[in-house]
Nanobody, 124 residues
Framework: QVQLIEAGGGLVQAGGSLNLSCVVS????????LAWFRQAPGEERAFVAI???????RYAEFMKGRSTISRDNNKNTFYLEINNLKPEDTAVYYC??????????????????WGQGTQVTVSS
């Protein structure tokens, strides 16, 4: 059984930083496509960042230049670091994965397994 468990969310002031983590069990992450999405109240779940097995990454426009997605295969864990947080970044952040690597896979429906989500709240 595949499980993903996020951690690292919380309340932070605008301009601050957070480092979200996602521990994966039931699959080894080194060959998988790993991603982060977020969902704000009343909005659809939106793509944030992807990392594929070769290490290539892709970011949503609103995250370019201030976020980094990374993976630690030894810990079977991946991360999302976000800097210069803005109030509009407030959302529940979800980690997810899929078997087939495709940097074009930016829809929530492209992904199979999901974590339970971690709340990020940015105060102005």
């Amino acid at each position: 059984q595949v499980q993903l468990i996020e951690a690292g969310g919380g309340l932070v002031q605008a301009g601050g930083s957070l480092n979200l983590s996602c521990v994966v069990s039931g699959r080894t992450v080194n060959t998988l496509q790993l991603a982060w999405f977020r969902q704000a109240p009343g909005e659809e779940r939106a793509f944030v960042a992807i990392i594929v097995d070769g290490g290539h990454t892709r970011y949503a426009e609103f995250m370019k230049g201030r976020s980094t997605i990374s993976r630690d295969n030894n810990k079977n864990t991946f991360y999302l670091e976000i800097n210069n947080l803005k109030p509009e970044d407030t959302a529940v952040y979800y980690c997810t994965l899929r078997t087939w690597n495709n940097l074009g896979a930016v829809a929530a429906s492209d992904y199979t397994y999901w974590g339970q989500g971690t709340q990020v709240t940015v105060s102005s």
